[in-house]
Structures are given as structure tokens and as C-alpha cells.
């Protein structure tokens, strides 16, 4: 099949405009708190695979929220078969799209957009994240972050919250911030991936990455990263690292991720 997608994109149809709560949804799975009902829905997933660019076999909605400490996403997978979802896998960084129905989320938070956070979860609420680099070139799993996911199985289908504190992200420190973004579902019976920002076979994976096609949030403002002095106690590309830095996350996590910024750039 000729590689049409990225031809036919235009970029002003993915943007996600965030609202700010003051009260966080409450995180059991179900997404039945009424705050969910005030953020946009996305909607409308294409397939990368089998039928590259066709609309997804089963609906999804994907909602957006934040407050002053956290980001919230929300997914309802709709499933005319709930019995036959798979939700094998209950351990942190384990093997999700060879075992299970999952979803995920790529997140790019500088301008550039050449790299991004990478959230995967399944109906149980199983996490794995990566720190990728150069438009998915490079990518550290060996990453793990901060954050809370949590999901469920019932009679529409499933589906899965969660909650990333802007503490976990590196980001610039400014009013309001906009940040690249995409969102996926695999769908393991069918060996279905469907892309918000659609992707090509050409691309592969790492198309979920290459921010230049679209996929933007935007709205979040007065947002603050933590502060925190970071030292590189190990050789890293022939050599030592100190810096100040806007992040509380462990000390070789924004160290690696600078390394996947700088990496092939």
C-alpha cells in the first residue's frame, strides 16, 4: 500500500485542548466520576495494523485532565466481547503488547518534539514506561517513573485512569506549555493497533514518536516542575556530569534522558 497517511494528515485536527480541575478524578477504573465529563474526547482511532490507515474495529474515547500536581488520562475501550479481552500481565516493565489488550500514551513536553515519555497500561492496570530519544532511535526501558494506573473489566468493555504528577516530567519552566502528544490501542485477538495520529507501516513503532505530524496538547498552564541538583556518579559518553536541573525524579533519569536527547542529534 502506498504511504498515504502522512500525506493526508493535517495537524489542526489533533489537538487536545486540557481543563483544569480542582478536584482529581477519583482513580478505581471506571471513569465514572462526573469530573471526566468536563475534559474533550478523542475519538476516532485509524489502523496501523492489519488495515493500515482504515478506522479502528472498536470504539475508543480517550479524556484529558489535569490539576495543580497531575495529569490524568482516561480510555474507555469499548469490547462487544469482554470475556475475550486479554489481561495477562500484572508486573511493573512487562512484555504488554505480546500478551495483552492495552493502550498507551507518548508524550513530548520540549518544543522540539524529537523526544518523549512512553506510558503503556492493560485492564489491570499494569504499567510500563520508557524515556525515547530522537523520534523513537533510542529507547531506555530500563526508566520507571512515577505514576498510577488503574483498570477495569465490565460489560461495555474496559478501561483504565491514569495519573502522571508533573513531577515526573522534565519540562520548560513557562506559563503555559504545549505538548506533543498520541495515544494508542492494541487490540491482541484482532492484532489490531489503532493511532490516534496515525501512523504508517513505513514508520513502524517509532512513528508514534515523530511529533511533526501532529498531536498536540495544549492548555496547561502554571504548571511547575520540581527542583532538585543532580550528579552523574558514573562515566556516561566518556564523561561526568553535574548539573541543575528541573526535575525530582531519581538522578540518572534526566541524565539518561538528556543522553537520548543528544544521541544521533
Known amino acids: 500500500m502506498i504511504d498515504t ?15 483544569k480541575v480542582n478536584t482529581p478524578p477519583h482513580l478505581d477504573g471506571s471513569l465514572d466520576d462526573p469530573v471526566w465529563q468536563q475534559a474533550q474526547m478523542v475519538t476516532n482511532l485509524l489502523q496501523h495494523e492489519p488495515a493500515e490507515g482504515e478506522p479502528a474495529t472498536l470504539k475508543t474515547e480517550i479524556r484529558v485532565l489535569y490539576d495543580e500536581n497531575k495529569i490524568y488520562f482516561g480510555f474507555i475501550c469499548y469490547d462487544p466481547e469482554p470475556d475475550k479481552i486479554n489481561a495477562r500481565e500484572l508486573k511493573r516493565d512487562g512484555q504488554l503488547w505480546q500478551r495483552n489488550d492495552m493502550v498507551s500514551v507518548a508524550v513530548a513536553t520540549f518544543e522540539d518534539m524529537r523526544d518523549a515519555y512512553y506510558f503503556q497500561t492493560n485492564p489491570q492496570g499494569a504499567r510500563r514506561d520508557m524515556l525515547v530519544g530522537q ?5 531506555n526501558g530500563d526508566w520507571n517513573a512515577i505514576w498510577e494506573a488503574k483498570g477495569s473489566i465490565h460489560d461495555l468493555g474496559w478501561s483504565v485512569e491514569i495519573a502522571i504528577p508533573f513531577k515526573s516530567f522534565r519540562f520548560p519552566n513557562k506559563e503555559e506549555q504545549v505538548w506533543g502528544v498520541n495515544f494508542s490501542r492494541h487490540i491482541l485477538r484482532a492484532r489490531e493497533d489503532a ?8 514508520d513502524g513503532f517509532q512513528g508514534m514518536f515523530k511529533f511533526g505530524k501532529g498531536g498536540r496538547l495544549r492548555g496547561l498552564r502554571n504548571i511547575k516542575p520540581g527542583r532538585s541538583v543532580e550528579v552523574l556518579p558514573y562515566t556516561v559518553l ?6 541543575q536541573t528541573t526535575s525530582t525524579t531519581p538522578v540518572a533519569t534526566d541524565l539518561e534522558f538528556d543522553m537520548l536527547r543528544d544521541l544521533g542529534g
Open 5 to 19: 497517511i502522512a500525506i493526508n494528515i493535517n495537524a489542526a485536527d489533533f489537538n487536545v485542548d486540557v481543563v
Open 135 to 139: 523520534e523513537g532511535a533510542n529507547l
Open 195 to 202: 493511532y490516534w495520529v496515525p501512523i504508517s507501516r513505513k
Open 238 to 243: 566518556g564523561s561526568l556530569g553535574e548539573r
